[in-house]
């Protein structure tokens, strides 16, 4: 069963694209506010950055808008 033809795959811009077409749900705010604790627990700033980030979009869903 070699094919000499490549598996056409998507790429990255095609796959985020698709993402950012769907609607997901946000996760509660108490949830989110776990997450970001824990991360401050393990000293991963990254995380903690990302959670305080989501935190805010949760809280207040005008943020970012332009």
């Not at 811009?13 to 769907?22: D, E, G, K, T």
């Amino acid at each position: 069963m070699n094919s000499r033809r490549p598996v056409r795959r998507p790429t990255e811009h095609a796959a985020v694209r698709a993402a950012a077409r769907s609607a997901r749900p946000t996760p509660p705010v108490p949830a989110l506010m776990a997450a970001l604790l824990e991360a401050n627990d393990r000293g991963d700033r990254e995380a903690v950055t990302l959670c305080a980030h989501r935190v805010v979009r949760a809280s207040d869903p005008k943020v970012g808008e332009q």
